[in-house]
T-cell receptor, first 115, second 115 residues
Framework: KAGVTQTPRYLIKTRGQQVTLSCSPISGHRSVSWYQQTPGQGLQFLFEYFSETQRNKGNFPGRFSGRQFSNSRSEMNVSTLELGDSALYLC??????????????FGSGTQLSVL | AQKITQTQPGMFVQEKEAVTLDCTYDTSDPSYGLFWYKQPSSGEMIFLIYQGSYDQQNATEGRYSLNFQKARKSANLVISASQLGDSAMYFCAMREGSATNKLIFGTGTLLAVQP
């Protein structure tokens, strides 16, 4: 069974540009959540999707957005990139949302560097 | 507010010995889930073990076990018979409430296994 797939693995962008990251969850999983990991702030929750609906959103500016498609694949977009957006972006998938015993499985992440 | 505390920034252990990584948590929600993940230098976040707040027994997954002490709000990870491949960053995380897959992460413990 394939795991969570994130593309691309690495990205280099310049300030002011926008970027789109992709996440394909494990087959049969309908919940996808996104996290940002930086050396200074650690792992921070961005947003969570289930059945194409955003269920929860972290404390990030509106430049960060996401969506989920009918096949459960998800994308996140960051517009007007800033140097501080340089981070590892991790995607996690699970079968459902809200089940106390539900386990979350992560992908390998997309390393974004903003120059 | 929910919080995860990992007080050990780094630890050394000899190969084949057991090691305990500490994690304490704070929440007022009676329903929660606790996770441990391993993050090697490659960046992927690998699921290790899960403990639900209502689970009566400590969780075990192969060489990993979770020492769950609910009254003390601690969820320490025990790795038995350490291997060189166990060298990585280890994160403790908590699911916030029961209607979301949002995880709150600790700051992590860097484990180095010495031959």
């Amino acid at each position: 069974k394939a795991g969570v797939t994130q593309t691309p693995r690495y990205l280099i962008k310049t300030r002011g540009q926008q970027v789109t990251l992709s996440c394909s969850p494990i087959s049969g999983h309908r919940s996808v959540s996104w996290y940002q990991q930086t050396p200074g702030q650690g792992l921070q929750f961005l947003f969570e999707y289930f059945s194409e609906t955003q269920r929860n959103k972290g404390n990030f500016p509106g430049r960060f957005s996401g969506r989920q498609f009918s096949n459960s694949r998800s994308e996140m977009n960051v517009s007007t990139l800033e140097l501080g957006d340089s981070a590892l972006y991790l995607c996690a998938s699970s079968r459902s949302t809200g089940d106390p015993d539900e386990k979350l499985f992560f992908g390998s992440g997309t390393q974004l560097s903003v120059l | 507010a929910q919080k995860i505390t990992q007080t050990q920034p780094g630890m050394f252990v000899q190969e084949k010995e057991a090691v305990t990584l500490d994690c304490t948590y704070d929440t007022s929600d009676p329903s929660y889930g606790l996770f441990w993940y391993k993050q090697p230098s490659s960046g992927e976040m690998i699921f290790l073990i899960y403990q639900g707040s209502y689970d009566q027994q400590n969780a075990t997954e192969g060489r990993y076990s979770l020492n769950f002490q609910k009254a003390r709000k601690s969820a320490n990870l025990v790795i038995s018979a350490s291997q060189l491949g166990d060298s990585a960053m280890y994160f403790c995380a908590m699911r916030e409430g029961s209607a979301t897959n949002k995880l709150i992460f600790g700051t992590g413990t860097l484990l180095a296994v010495q031959p």
